[in-house]
């Protein structure tokens, strides 16, 4: 059993930037990777950016190439997101995965 927990989220002005993180709880995260998705309003969940949790090598979706930085800490079983340039489509709900688990979900409004 894995437990998740994101934190975070907010409202910020486009341009702007957030920090997400996901907690984790349960047993070892080593050997697989970690996600990020997220949904908006009306539209299905869709990936955002993955990280190997052994290696850190990262993979992220073409709309947010270049404004988002994953990250891990192993020792703290944490991984985070950084989010800059902040585009009012980036406005979602953010969700962390690993396996078959996720975490509640963190609202992140981009908005003027």
């Known amino acids: 059993q894995v437990h998740l927990a994101e934190s975070g989220g907010g409202l910020v002005q486009p341009g702007g930037s957030l920090r997400l993180s996901c907690a984790a709880s349960?047993?070892?995260?080593?050997?697989?990777?970690m996600k990020w998705f997220r949904q908006a309003p009306g539209k299905e969940r869709e990936f955002v950016a993955r990280?190997?949790?052994?290696?850190?090598?990262?993979y992220y979706a073409d709309s947010v190439k270049g404004r988002f930085t994953i990250s891990r800490d192993s020792a703290k079983n944490t991984m985070d997101l950084q989010m800059n340039s902040l585009k009012p489509e980036d406005t979602a709900v953010y969700y962390c995965?690993?396996?078959?688990?996720w975490g509640q979900g963190t609202q992140v409004t981009v908005s003027s």
């Open positions: 995965n690993f396996q078959s688990y």
């Open positions: 349960g047993r070892s995260l080593s050997g697989d990777d």
């Open positions: 990280i190997w949790w052994n290696t850190g090598f990262t």
